[in-house]
């Protein structure tokens, strides 16, 4: 079997830092905290980023209209905050084989396809959203930027919750190394996905939600908003632990 660029530059790569010491209760997120919650590694690896595409993620341009404040912009329409890019690309680069529930216009699988290319794994992504629009756009998007590793995106139009049942019922389950939860942020879609996703995460493997670190979440008055209280409700605490907050996002792993 061939040797990957990921095994010579890092033979040891298991996940080293579990920043359990970046817990936020839900009061605590209350105050606008997604700036605070910087970047911060889960993986050994020498100097403050893996390579010079997540030092670029760091600094990327930001997009300057308020709907999108803080967020990067390399060319997709989404909501990426430089520390939740960031985290995408350190764990699809470590953890190849990824589960997107929410594509939404194709940023983050761009984000991890580089991620992916970068390690010289062969891994892929599957992506799932409910939207055909959405698919069509991020895949065009992937085709036109020429995003490396685009022939290994494959792309699926159905309700997210769906779609993971559909992959844990089969005689074979299917099992991610990572998965990246964001096809919504609203409690009740949230409360039915968090005790299915133990069944198609593999043992090891981590599962990354965003707008999990939102000042929404507290909110009464904000009703679409509730990602924070479902997970911490129905993710399963039997096989998931907790490992950081970066960002936006709320990162777990399954035991």
Not at 11 to 37: C, G, H, I, Q
Not at 47 to 60: E, N, P, R
């Amino acid at each position: 079997m061939a040797t990957t660029a990921l095994q010579v530059l890092y033979p040891n790569s298991r996940p080293s830092y579990d920043n359990k010491d970046t817990w936020l209760t839900l009061e605590e997120t209350a105050v606008e905290k997604r700036f605070d919650m910087i970047f911060r590694p889960t993986y050994d690896f020498p100097g403050d980023y893996i390579d010079g595409y997540h030092k670029f993620l760091a600094s990327a341009p930001i997009f300057p209209d308020n709907l999108a404040e803080g967020c990067i912009d390399i060319g997709y329409e989404g909501w990426l905050l430089p520390a939740d890019a960031c985290k995408l690309y350190e764990l699809a680069y470590f953890n190849p084989d990824v589960l997107e529930i929410g594509t939404y216009r194709g940023l983050s699988s761009a984000v991890m396809s580089h991620a992916i290319v970068n390690a010289g794994n062969g891994g892929q992504i599957v992506t799932v959203d409910l939207d055909p629009v959405h698919q069509y756009v991020a895949r065009v998007a992937h085709d036109t930027r020429k995003v490396p590793g685009r022939e290994n995106i494959h792309y699926f139009v159905f309700d997210g919750t769906e779609f993971v049942r559909s992959l844990y019922e089969r005689e074979e389950p299917r099992l991610f190394q990572m998965v990246f939860v964001d096809h919504t942020h609203v409690y009740e879609p949230m409360l039915d996905i968090c005790p299915l996703l133990h069944k198609v995460t593999a043992p090891g493997g981590f599962v990354l939600f965003h707008d999990y670190n939102d000042q929404r979440n507290a909110n009464p008055e904000a009703l679409d908003f509730g990602v924070y209280q479902a997970v911490n409700e129905t993710l399963s605490k039997e096989h998931f632990e907790f490992y950081g907050i970066f960002g936006a996002c709320g990162l777990y792993r399954r035991r």
